[in-house]
């Protein structure tokens, strides 16, 4: 199979960015070099993750970066997102650690000798433990030690980066981590969700003014999952309780930095629940931004139920991911759209998409038809976006390797690359491969028209 698209589409201009992202935790290993964070406990909690596995080794990425590079270099992308582990480049103390900072500052310079635009996200969800047993994310503190670890870390990568986001998918870290308990570190409530996702917005408010002075000349923003929420069937209550999800999920986030306010949900919740708001707060949260990133996996199908409130449905008869979530290309277009049409956005890049899909690795080759499928219909949908106006200048495969899934473990395979994790042995799948054919062959109709 290939991916393939008509050779007028908006993703064969020479300025559309094509990459492939990671995140530190997921793939990097080498625990005994930098401090403990967040998910290194959480792992270690009986049932957490499902397989009961960690990332103390990972992919051993921290090893074989060299070779990694060599793998994406194969690939003919852009551009590699990737994220800097926060316990690694940071001392217990508040002060660099050299030695994280050279490793990442190696990977920086070899990106910039083979071409490829170095896209850095700053916190990928692996916060320094001994933060966390100071209230972590609920603590206001943290945003400033935030500020002052990206202060840090942008100062020491000078010129080599391209763009840096703030904050992969604070929903998850917030939602997922405080206030539903299935991510690091494990907290329940909404009172914990809400005073979590605040003071992250607030930590990527004052990263952006950092950024403004030590790295002016990069592209910098944020990242948020998004998904388009549809009820169930027309009833009232299922129209109002997708609005609701809908608030929730994608306005809690995208309202503070696009519009300086959060949804009208605030004023629903109790008292107690809403986030301790400062004067000021909304206005840095709302800085400029230079694009947003924009994940994009499935949509949400939402019912009311009278006892529950409302909740997320699976229909039957979809066609599913090994997660769970349904393959829904169209909604990646349908979001892009009602999103542009409600704000006022700066420029998009698709920062994550992909699936986690059997690979069928047999005899060294991993024939991952689906995976291709699935890259076919999404990249048609931004394609779809585009044409109704969205601005949307990149795109990036989730992920480039098999690696760990957090609370699944290492069941779930979204990589391009599969790696047996036994003998840590890479080979680019059938998507991988379709992907690279893909890029190769908009260059070369590019240098043929030149």
């Known amino acids: 199979m290939k991916i393939s698209l008509p050779a007028t589409s908006s993703l064969q201009n020479a300025d559309f960015t094509f990459g492939v992202a990671t995140a530190a935790f997921q793939i990097e290993g080498a625990a005994e070099s930098r401090l403990e964070c967040i998910w290194d406990i959480f792992c270690a909690k009986p049932g957490k993750i499902k397989d009961a596995s960690n990332g103390l080794v990972a992919c051993k990425h921290y090893e074989l970066w060299q070779q990694d590079l060599d793998l994406i270099e194969s690939l003919g992308v852009d551009a590699y997102r990737f994220s800097i582990s926060w316990p690694r480049v940071i001392k217990r103390d508040g002060s660099l650690n050299p030695i994280g900072v050279d490793f990442y ?170 986030p301790p708001i400062e004067a000021g707060d909304m206005a840095i949260i709302a800085h400029k931004l230079d694009f947003l990133g924009i994940n994009y996996y499935t949509r949400e199908m939402v019912a009311y139920d009278d006892q529950l409130g409302a909740q997320k449905v699976y229909p039957d008869g979809l066609p599913l991911t090994d997660m769970g979530w349904e393959i829904y290309p169209q909604g990646l277009t349908e979001i892009l759209v009602s999103l542009d049409q409600q704000f006022d956005l700066p420029p998009i890049y698709i920062t994550e998409n992909g699936a986690a899909l059997p690979d069928g690795y047999a005899e060294g080759e991993a024939n991952d038809v689906r995976r291709v499928a699935y890259f076919q219909s999404h990249l048609e949908a931004v394609h779809r976006a585009i044409e109704q106006g969205v601005n949307v200048q990149g795109y990036f495969a989730w992920s480039l390797m098999d690696n760990f899934e957090w609370a699944e473990g290492y069941v779930k395979r979204f990589g391009i690359v599969h790696v047996d994790y036994a003998t840590q042995k890479r080979t680019i799948k059938a998507s991988g491969l379709a992907y690279r054919d893909f890029i190769g062959q908009r260059y070369s109709k590019k240098a043929k028209v030149s």
């Open 105 to 274: 500052i190696k990977i920086l310079d070899s990106l910039k000798e083979r071409g490829i635009k170095a896209y850095v996200t700053l916190y990928h969800w692996d916060l320094p433990q001994h933060m966390e047993e100071q209230g972590g994310w609920l603590n206001r503190q943290t945003a400033y030690l935030f500020r002052d670890y990206v202060d840090l870390i942008t100062k020491a990568f000078g010129s080599r980066v391209y763009s840096y986001a703030t904050l992969n998918e604070p929903f998850c870290s917030a939602y997922l981590g405080y206030e539903v308990g299935i991510h690091a570190p494990g907290l329940v409530g909404i009172a914990n969700g809400k005073r979590a996702a605040h003071h992250l917005l607030l930590a990527h408010g004052l990263a952006m003014q950092v950024l403004d002075i030590n790295s002016p000349n990069t592209l910098n923003g944020i990242v948020l999952n998004v998904s388009p929420c549809f009820a169930a069937t027309d009833s009232a209550k299922d129209q109002a309780a997708a609005r609701l999800v809908d608030q929730r999920t994608n306005q809690w986030f995208a309202q503070p930095l696009l519009e300086g306010r959060y949804p009208d949900l605030f004023d629903e919740l109790n008292a107690s629940d809403r």
